[in-house]
Nanobody
Framework: VQLVESGGGLVQPGGSLRLSCAAS????????MSWHRQAPGKERELVAAITNDGSSAYYSESVKGRFLISRDNAKNTVYLQMNSLKPEDTAVYYC???????????WGQGTQVTVSS
C-alpha cells in the first residue's frame, strides 16, 4: 500500500497550489479520502474529505471557500486545489485513506507547503 503526495512547495500569499495523492495497493474507489495538515508545534488537523464516489465533500472552516478536494477513481488519485493561500496555511499536508466501518486506514508521507513572501 502506498499513498504518495506531491505538489507542495513555496508560494506567496494569495497564490495557489494543487496537491496530488497517488494511491496504490488497495481498492481506491472504496475508500474515503481526506487531506490533513500539521503545522510546527500544532496537532494534525483535518482539512478536507471526500466520499468514495466523490459525491460529497467536507471542508474545515479555515479553508472553506478557498480549497477544493476532488478525486479521479480511474487514476487512483485525490487532489487538493488550494487558492488564496495564507501564511497560516503553512504546514505539512498528508493524505489519508479510510475504509468506512472497518478501521482500515493508510497515511501518506506528507508534502510541505510554505506560504511566505
Amino acid at each position: 500500500v502506498q499513498l504518495v503526495e506531491s505538489g507542495g512547495g513555496l508560494v506567496q500569499p494569495g497564490g495557489s497550489l494543487r496537491l496530488s495523492c497517488a494511491a496504490s495497493g488497495f481498492t481506491f474507489s472504496t475508500y474515503v479520502m481526506s487531506w490533513h495538515r500539521q503545522a510546527p508545534g500544532k496537532e494534525r488537523e483535518l482539512v478536507a474529505a471526500i466520499t468514495n464516489d466523490g459525491s460529497s465533500a467536507y471542508y474545515s472552516e479555515s479553508v472553506k471557500g478557498r480549497f477544493l478536494i476532488s478525486r479521479d477513481n480511474a487514476k487512483n488519485t485525490v487532489y487538493l486545489q488550494m487558492n488564496s493561500l495564507k501564511p497560516e496555511d503553512t504546514a505539512v499536508y498528508y493524505c489519508k485513506a479510510n475504509r468506512p466501518r472497518t478501521g482500515v486506514l493508510y497515511w501518506g508521507q506528507g508534502t510541505q507547503v510554505t506560504v511566505s513572501s
